[in-house]
């Protein structure tokens, strides 16, 4: 029996729980093709809900188009990984051929993928025209290097709050010590605070793209997550900072992950840099 396995994004008004960032469902889509790979089970992914589908190129080997219940219906795993692998074991055991979930499944940390997890991800970052010409359009080099920094929710679109000066030193002693030493080819900044953003454009004479970055498309645009994604996916070294939470970025980590580039992860409240050859 061909079992399959569908991994949904569902619509921002659909999800049952909180709503993910698209870096869990790129972590979780990794994992669970690693695993179903060793059980000869299918892996596709769903993203017919959500406003990705208008900016992501969609081929049959990797993506799925089901109908509206059944993705609005997904089990979220999220928090209990262990009840995501005691349902696909009952699913495999079981006579039913098709599984609709939706996960963040596997490490935040992992140093390297499967080849055929590489090519296969790989797949996801294949955007419209109008994203990757975005990007073309406000940057003026073909190489680049690419700083990648969370704030958190507090700092997060158009905000005009500022943040607080220990953050902010602790971000200038990063990019003073660690990154502008390391550096082989222009950089681009793209932060969820636009303020900042364009604050260290000034003060370092970093690139930016004049958009404002989403966390996940939490609401109904994407376009955003898709441009910094195009963004990073075409990066020489990307480094990672995150000021508010213990762990790498899924949306900029598992990107160097796919694509084999290197990076460095900064993270609260050690800041200890982490690379990724």
């Known amino acids: 029996m061909h079992k399959k396995i569908i991994q949904v994004y569902k619509n921002f008004d659909q999800w049952k729980n909180s709503p993910p960032g698209l870096g869990d469902f790129i972590r979780g889509s990794c994992h669970l093709h690693e695993l179903l790979s060793s059980v000869n089970v299918e892996l596709k992914l769903d993203i017919s809900q959500s406003d990705f589908k208008n900016h992501i190129f ?113 971000l200038f002693t990063i990019i003073e010590r660690a990154i502008l030493p390391n550096l082989k080819h222009p950089l681009v900044v793209t932060s969820d605070s636009f303020l900042m953003k364009n604050e260290l454009a000034d003060k370092y004479g970093f690139l930016v793209l004049p958009h404002h970055s989403e966390h ?44 084999s580039i290197p990076s460095m992860n900064f993270r609260a409240p050690e800041f200890i840099c982490e690379t990724l050859k």
């Open 216 to 259: 996940g498309a939490f609401n109904s645009s994407s376009y955003p997550v898709c441009v910094d994604m195009s963004l990073l996916k075409n990066s020489k070294f990307n480094y990672h900072i995150n000021l508010w939470a213990n762990w790498w970025s899924g949306f900029s980590h598992y990107t160097s992950l796919i694509f």
């Open 58 to 170: 969609q081929n049959e080997n990797m993506f799925a188009q089901k109908d509206m219940r059944s993705i609005t219906n997904a089990a979220e795993y999220f928090t209990d990984h262990n009840a995501l692998i005691n349902d696909l074991n009952l699913f495999l055991k079981g006579d039913s051929q098709t599984l609709f979930i939706c996960t963040n499944f596997g490490h935040w940390n992992r140093l390297e993928l499967p080849a055929p997890t590489k090519k296969f991800m790989a797949n996801f970052f294949k955007f419209s025209d109008a994203v990757t010409a975005y990007s073309a359009s406000h940057i003026p080099v073909q190489s680049y290097e690419v700083l990648s920094i969370r704030f958190g929710d507090k700092y997060y679109g158009e905000t005009d709050a500022s943040p607080e000066v220990f953050l902010k030193n602790q």
